[in-house]
């Protein structure tokens, strides 16, 4: 993880790119921002809208100044559940099936466990009982786990 920016450095960066001035940054100045600031997270949209969405304390659809250092710090820490959510994903259908979720629960920070505890694993993780494990409930449930290791978690 990158060093931390300096609160100074925050407000310079989050002026540059609030680029109508309004004191708020929307979900395309974000991802113009996220793009020239660290270019690694160009090709990982998922990364950016979860960071998003989990800075967004306020629940108004923005991002505000207080909320853009989080915003910074979730970048990374859901980046790194990303790298986790492609290893499982063999097939890279972005889902993860119960036999991906077998083969490859150790690198979520489960250990070993019979097969009944790895379908209640599962089927814990996968809230909307669609049958797969998707990137957004794969960040909640390793974030209520504290599963992977970060200073923000969200």
Known sequence: MPE?????????????????GNGILSLAEIDKAAIELYPQFAD???VLLRAYKAADASKDGFIQLKEFDRLIDLLYYYDEVY???QQLD??????????????GHELVGLQHHSADELKKDFDEIDTNQGG???????????????LVSSEANA
């Open 4 to 20: 931390k920016l300096s609160k100074e450095k925050i407000k310079e960066t989050f002026k540059k790119f609030d680029y109508n």
């Open 44 to 46: 990982e949209k998922p």
């Open 132 to 146: 797969y494990i998707l990137f957004e409930e794969l960040c909640i449930y390793v974030a209520k786990k504290k």
């Open 90 to 103: 063999k097939n890279k259908d972005k889902r993860i099936s119960f036999e991906e979720f077998k083969k």
């Open 83 to 85: 790298h986790i959510f």
